[in-house]
């Protein structure tokens, strides 16, 4: 009652269009996740969704910054110690050009949409990486010394969360292999990673490890030895004497969201819907191999697992490779040919193929991007790229996207937009309004402030 109360004082002060909102989206978080509800909530607040929403969103983050200029945006009439080793190659789609070691998504370029002027001017892993993943500037900007904290906003997929749940008690919002982190950052751990400002609750689910490992499973959903389902039933029966305590326990944020955590992994594991949708064994081993023996590869199927089961965002970061991922400061045209480029593709071509062979393309959304790019010009003493958040490249298919399109264009250095420039907020904007997100909404934070949940622009042109 002592919360209702200062609930409804809070919300007296807001504006109408604010109390609008909040008082709407709020009640989505408590779990209602029926799309046709939810676009009823936002017609009555007067909030805009697209006409065609995705699913799904499978995010393929690309920790450390691919280079632009080796990856969707090469220049081969540039100079030599700008334009490195590689060639461009045509696709099927006129004038639509690609690296040549993409070789498998240069044969579905018109499955897919490449963005090429995304810009910003942080050149930092940590702070440009919350960007990335949540659309909004980091707390600290600039800055590769500032870990996660309770400040930042939240991952796409915890906004996800709070919208609309997912099926047969499956979370809905899955990252792996790892959280981001990076030994040269003196924070370690790129920021954005989690619920932020929601809260707890809303952190999604971490499945660790090297997916590829023979021995290998997800270890939340995996009983202890000794313990038996049964025996687990009765141990759940201590929970429900704790229900009596929930609402003093809430009153402490990350009790919530602990109280919380515990409940939904217990769901999980009495569930055969969910130990199945988590088991790659159950994947022929011709799915396996199109998707590559290797960890990413195998987060990419997992991805498709889950999505295909009502996970509604899987986030899959590059993982640790112990070669600094993506951050090519030194021998970049061997580690991308070699060590980055070939299993990307792989993992990547296979995903879109494998989804619009099953007849999901169209309903989820696949991201592949990175914090930033790299510097035009080579670093001649190790043949490496530094980091260049002025502009790069991004891939967008299937969930309401245009197929084999271009947006953007960088000058003849990739070196800044020369049309169509776009934030990591306006792309992230572009992603939760095609999963029918009402972008235009405020949610409240830990304190019970009203925070807008996009700050970019809607790409509308990119929109099918």
């Known amino acids: 009652m002592e919360r209702s109360c200062r ?16 008082g709407s989206l709020s009640a989505l978080g408590l779990g209602i996740g029926d799309v046709e509800h939810r676009a009823a909530l936002a017609a009555q607040a007067g909030l805009n969704l697209p006409a065609k929403r995705a699913k799904a969103c499978i995010f393929l983050f690309m920790w450390g910054g691919p280079s632009q200029l080796e990856t969707f945006d090469l220049k081969p009439n540039a100079p030599s110690e700008i334009r490195g080793d590689f060639k461009p190659v045509s696709t099927k789609v006129p004038g639509f050009q690609l690296c040549e070691h993409f070789r498998g998504l240069s044969g579905i370029a018109d499955k897919f949409s490449i963005v090429r002027s995304l810009s910003h001017d942080d050149p930092a892993h940590l702070s440009s990486g919350h960007a990335t993943l949540t659309g909004q500037l ?9 870990p996660p904290s309770a400040k930042d906003s939240p991952h796409i997929g915890s906004l996800v969360s709070k919208f609309s749940g997912s ?3 499956l979370p809905s919002f899955v990252a792996m292999p790892w959280k981001a982190f990076h030994p040269a950052a003196p924070g370690g751990e790129a920021p954005g990673q989690h619920g932020g400002w929601l809260g707890s609750a809303y952190d999604g689910m971490l499945l660790d490890g090297d997916l590829n490992a023979p021995n290998w499973r997800p270890k939340g959903l995996t009983l202890p030895d000794g313990i038996s389902l049964e025996r687990l039933q009765s141990r759940s029966e201590l929970l429900k004497v704790l229900d009596g305590q929930r ?9 919530s969201g602990y109280s919380e955590h515990q409940l939904r992994a217990l769901r999980m594991i009495r569930s055969d819907a969910v130990r199945s949708a988590f088991d790659l064994e159950k994947e022929t081993d011709a799915t396996r191999d199109k998707y590559g023996r290797n960890i990413h590869g195998q987060c990419v199927l997992m991805a498709r697992r889950l999505v295909e089961h009502g ?14 991922f993506w951050d090519t400061h030194g021998d970049n045209f061997n580690r991308l040919k070699n060590d980055l480029i070939p299993p990307s593709d792989q993992a990547l071509t296979a995903l879109i193929t494998d989804l619009e062979d099953r007849g999901m393309l169209d309903e989820t959304l696949v991201v592949w991007v990175g914090e930033f790019g790299r510097k035009p010009q080579i670093t001649a003493n190790n043949a490496g790229r530094e980091h260049w958040p002025f502009c790069y490249s991004g891939l967008l298919a299937g969930g309401g996207m245009k197929q084999g399109a271009i947006y953007g264009a960088s000058d003849k250095h990739a ?5 169509d420039p776009v934030t990591p907020q306006d792309f ?11 972008i ?10 009203p925070r807008p949940i996009t700050s970019g622009k809607v790409l509308h042109d990119l929109l099918a």
């Open 415 to 419: 070196a800044y937009p020369s049309e």
């Open 138 to 146: 980091a707390p600290v900007l600039k800055s590769d010394a500032d």
């Open 167 to 169: 099926d047969q008690g």
């Open 247 to 255: 609402e003093a326990l809430q009153r402490r944020t990350d009790a």
């Open 428 to 438: 992230a904007t572009t992603i939760l309004y095609a999963m029918g997100l009402p």
């Open 440 to 449: 235009e909404a405020h949610l409240l934070d830990r304190e019970d402030r």
């Open 7 to 22: 609930d409804f004082r809070n919300a007296v002060r807001m504006s109408r269009r604010q109390l609008l909102t909040a």
């Open 311 to 324: 996970v509604p965002v899987v986030s899959v970061n590059w993982h640790n490779d112990g070669k600094n």
